[in-house]
């Protein structure tokens, strides 16, 4: 191989790397846009059903301390680490802890939402997040499978 084809080679290279990390990214972008457009859903429907909020509590990254935040929402999660805020954004509620943040309390700051929740998890648990939002709705007013409002928005 010559020294131009070699460098030809390189270009080709970079070049099918760039476009994969561009449709990578565009991909995120549209699922990311997807997911947030099934929280403002669910925030809107919550409040329409008047589905209580509750004052959200962050938990320490080891797992042993719960932290005070000044959010509002609803946790989408049995273990609380993940939630929506009254604003529509979704947070993921897992901090550095520490005496600073146990004293004064902590600001998570809003995440994208992913449309699995889970997915790529050590576990192997994930669950869609039009599933969860659905699961809360159905939970908080006592009539799981309502029909009464309107469906999650589908694409």
Excluded: K, N
Aim: charged fraction near 30%.
């Amino acid at each position: 191989m010559g020294e131009r084809d070699a460098r030809e080679w390189r270009d080709q290279q970079r070049q099918a790397v760039r476009a994969h990390a561009d449709a990578d990214a565009r991909r995120r972008a549209a699922e990311h846009a997807e997911a947030a457009e099934l929280v403002a859903w669910f925030v809107a429907e919550a409040t329409r059903r008047g589905l209580p909020t509750t004052r959200l509590l962050a938990h320490g990254y080891d797992g042993r301390g719960r932290y005070r935040t000044g959010l509002t929402g609803w946790y989408v999660d049995r273990a609380e680490t993940r939630a929506v805020d009254v604003a529509g954004r979704f947070h993921l509620l897992t901090v550095p802890g520490g005496p600073r943040a146990w004293l004064f309390g902590v600001d998570p700051q809003p995440s994208p939402a992913p449309l699995i929740v889970g997915a790529g998890g050590r576990d192997g648990e994930s669950i869609p997040l039009r599933t969860l939002l659905t699961r809360l709705l159905d939970d908080g007013t006592g009539e799981p499978g309502s029909t009464t409002g309107p469906a999650a928005p589908r694409r």
